[in-house]
């Protein structure tokens, strides 16, 4: 009898020790629904918790890669923390908590018809929660010539272009008008200097940075509707004083009532590479690389659906 209470003695403790090691994301499939939260086969719901209790107007991100391209749902928990994550698509996974005055949480695996309580983690410093910010609240640091310098009087006078008739002009370009027509600007691409600029001047690497890429000749353009030597040094200052630990003065609010009711659901669609065939030999190319009509040899070709012709106007494709 005594060597098999010990066995059974043996069992036990074996079973007590895989429970402590269980990881936290295997458990989540035993989690009770808290009150208030019922989730069908296809969703996936809980609580998100932090140190001071529920966190009110945080977000709660699902990702896969499971299915054919990958996909993220978004949505943001009510005033006691709960939220319910609907119509999933079938698949696994990884599901983690951002919001202002966080950083995001531990990303745990899970699926829909399961109940996913979380802990948000409180962000350790002003400089880490400022990296959730928009943008925008970047790109507010810019500073631009004060009222007192417009009109501009040339080259023999205020160095800004006779063009330039007032400082809403000037933010016209350095906002609506201007970079901002092609792409986001405060975002960390932008508000940082590149690694492949660090040995030079800031001035230098702006005035670099903006004669890379495709876009080169608009963004030149663009800075020459400015003063150019002025705009240069601003955005200069803008990157060194973000690089020297300076933070944006406001800060954003969570969403509030109507805006926490958003479901945003995104599909990283992306359509394959084309593969244009000429005589000689078969070339992959991306869209993105693709020339303006205005930088072709033949605009004409420019015109077709086709990015093969595009880049290899000349060859004719099988």
């Not at 696994?92 to 949480?105: A, I």
């Not at 005589?279 to 040899?297: G, H």
Request: proline share 9%; hydrophobic share 35%; with cysteine.
């Amino acid at each position: 009898m005594r060597p098999k209470a010990s066995l059974h003695l043996s069992v036990a403790a074996i079973g007590a020790a895989l429970l402590l090691i269980v990881p936290a994301a295997r458990l989540a499939a035993q989690q009770t629904a808290p009150a208030g939260v019922t989730v069908g086969e296809s969703d996936l719901g809980g609580v998100v918790s932090g140190p001071n209790g529920p966190e009110a107007g945080v977000w709660v991100i699902a990702e896969t890669t499971d299915l054919p391209t990958k996909f993220a749902k978004m949505v943001v928990t009510d005033d006691q923390g709960r939220y319910v994550l609907p119509e999933l698509p079938k698949a696994n996974y990884t599901v983690w908590v951002r919001g202002y005055g966080l950083v995001d949480s531990p990303r745990l695996q899970s699926a829909p018809g399961k109940i996913l309580n979380l802990n948000a983690v409180p962000a350790p410093n002003a400089a880490a929660a400022a990296e959730y910010y928009p943008a925008i609240y970047w790109y507010s640091m810019l500073k631009v010539p004060d009222k007192s310098e417009f009109p501009g009087t040339g080259p023999q006078g205020n160095g800004m272009s006779t063009n330039m008739k007032s400082q809403a002009q000037w933010l016209d370009v350095v906002k609506t008008n201007g970079c901002y027509t092609c792409h986001q600007l405060g975002n960390k691409a932008t508000r940082t200097i590149p690694k492949e600029f660090a040995d030079m001047k800031p001035e230098e690497a702006w005035a670099r940075r903006i004669m890379s890429g495709q876009a080169q000749v608009q963004m030149a353009n663009n800075m020459g509707r400015l003063d150019v030597t002025r705009a240069i040094k601003l955005f200069a200052d803008w990157t060194d004083r973000i690089a020297t630990g300076e933070l944006p003065a406001s800060k954003p609010t969570r969403p509030q009532g109507a805006e926490r009711n958003i479901v945003v659901s995104v599909w990283t669609g992306q359509a394959p590479r084309p593969t244009c065939t000429t005589r000689s030999r078969p070339t992959s190319v991306s869209r993105r690389s693709m020339p303006t009509a205005s930088s072709t040899a033949r605009p004409r070709r420019a015109q077709t659906s086709s990015p093969c012709s595009i880049l290899r106007p000349t060859p004719r494709l099988r």
